[in-house]
């Protein structure tokens, strides 16, 4: 019958129980060596429980000749071990050598590293409060994810930003102490806060910061590109707001509200043409239909009357219609007009949704002459309809 499996070791216990209790440490050959010596009880129980062969598969390591040497199979206080850690399994975490190691990984500046981390130079893990240069890994997190809205993809293979920019621009996300020691932490919080704003403007300032990076790192060698930005970081500062002032000054309160009032007078001057347009058939309404009906002759009086009866009806009738199909053709394009509107306010609130509420009156006022209009023409097809059903009538009782 097979053992029961140990319960696993956690790298933050191995960490704080064993990394650090090491009386010699360093990393040598790729790997974490070191001495230590069994100073209590607590330690030696943790260290049978660790030299169990079934924690062997998490967390690899050799034991090194070394005076005092203890035995593993039984731990005793006082006994000394020379170990040589090989790399833990990935699913408990990284063990690097350095900062330098962590930061040339694109998961960790991306904040997408799910397993934990510990740096052995530096005596810091993941799950502890960041120190140091290391303190302004959350900021450059925060930049890397503006970035990414920035730019077209992702490539994961490359492990770069894939920016579009007249051609393919690649930023590979990876950068060293050195780069994040000269980030400035003051220019990087007003970057941040500038591109994080809420003022319906994202779009924009995602392109504007993509002409600024691709602007600012195209003499850079591609593979130090994220470290050069993190360097130039108030030079990429400037060129933003360079842009931004420059994107605001084309978006000034005065020339959106010109264009809309240019926009308004248009509109209204197509809206007043459908009634113009169809003036002349409009002043025929009442000669078509209503004086008509004068012209109808009692077929009593003599029986041709009634063929003349007939062709004036049957003019009323095709004036009528011909009335009906131009004032339809005026309602689709009021409804066109009505849709252009409405598409216009909606961009006006993409742009800034602070201007719908001091230029919508403008758009509403439209819609208002947009509903009268088309009311116009409802009453205008009615009163032909009637005059037409009046002329009918007439001829009837001339026809008796």
């Not at 994220?226 to 933003?240: G, K, N, Q």
């Not at 003599?302 to 062709?311: H, Q």
Request: charged share 25%.
């Amino acid at each position: 019958m097979n053992s029961p499996r140990p319960t696993r070791i956690s790298l933050e216990e191995v960490v704080s129980r064993l990394y650090r209790a090491l009386d010699v440490r360093e990393w040598r050959d790729g790997a974490l060596c070191g001495e230590i010596t069994v100073r209590s009880q607590p330690v030696a129980e943790f260290l049978s429980k660790y030299f169990d062969p079934g924690q062997f598969d998490d967390h690899p390591f050799y034991l090194e000749e070394c005076p005092d040497e203890g035995d593993p199979k039984a731990v005793r206080v006082g006994a000394r071990f020379c170990f040589r850690f090989d790399a833990v399994r990935g699913s408990i975490g990284l063990v690097l050598p350095d900062a330098d190691a962590v930061l040339a990984r694109a998961d960790v500046l991306r904040g997408r590293l799910l397993t934990p981390w510990y740096l052995v130079r530096e005596d810091v893990a993941s799950w502890e409060v960041p120190s140091g240069d290391l303190a302004k890994l959350p900021g450059v997190r925060a930049l890397v994810a503006h970035l990414e809205q920035a730019a077209a993809v992702f490539d994961t293979l490359l492990e770069s930003l894939v920016f579009l920019h007249q051609q393919r621009f690649d930023v590979p996300l990876r950068c060293d102490a050195a780069a994040l020691r000269a980030l400035d932490e003051e220019r990087l919080a007003a970057l941040l806060a500038e591109l994080a704003r809420e003022d319906g403007h994202a779009p924009q300032r995602a392109e504007i910061l993509l002409a600024a990076v691709v602007e600012m790192l195209q003499t850079e060698p591609e593979a130090g590109r994220f470290a050069a930005l993190l360097r130039r970081l108030p030079e990429l500062h400037e060129r933003f707001l360079t842009g931004y002032r420059l994107f605001a000054s084309a978006f000034s309160f005065d020339r959106i509200r010109d264009q809309v009032e240019t926009y308004c007078v248009e509109q209204t001057t197509r809206i007043h043409r459908s009634l113009s347009d169809i003036q002349g058939q409009l002043l025929g309404v009442p000669v078509s239909t209503i004086v008509v009906a004068t012209q109808l002759k009692p077929v009593s009086a003599d029986p041709l009357n009634l063929w003349i009866n007939a062709a004036v009806l049957l003019g009323a009738l095709v004036f009528c219609v011909l009335l009906s199909i131009s004032v339809l053709n005026q309602l689709h394009t009021l409804r066109a007009l009505a849709e252009d509107v409405d598409y216009h306010e909606r961009s006006l609130r993409a742009k800034d949704a602070g201007l719908v509420s001091q230029l919508g009156p403008r758009f509403d006022q439209l819609r208002r002459r947009i509903r009268l209009h088309r009311l116009a023409l409802q009453v205008v097809v009615g009163c032909a309809l009637v005059g037409l059903l009046v002329a009918f009538w007439v001829a009837w009782q001339f026809s008796r």
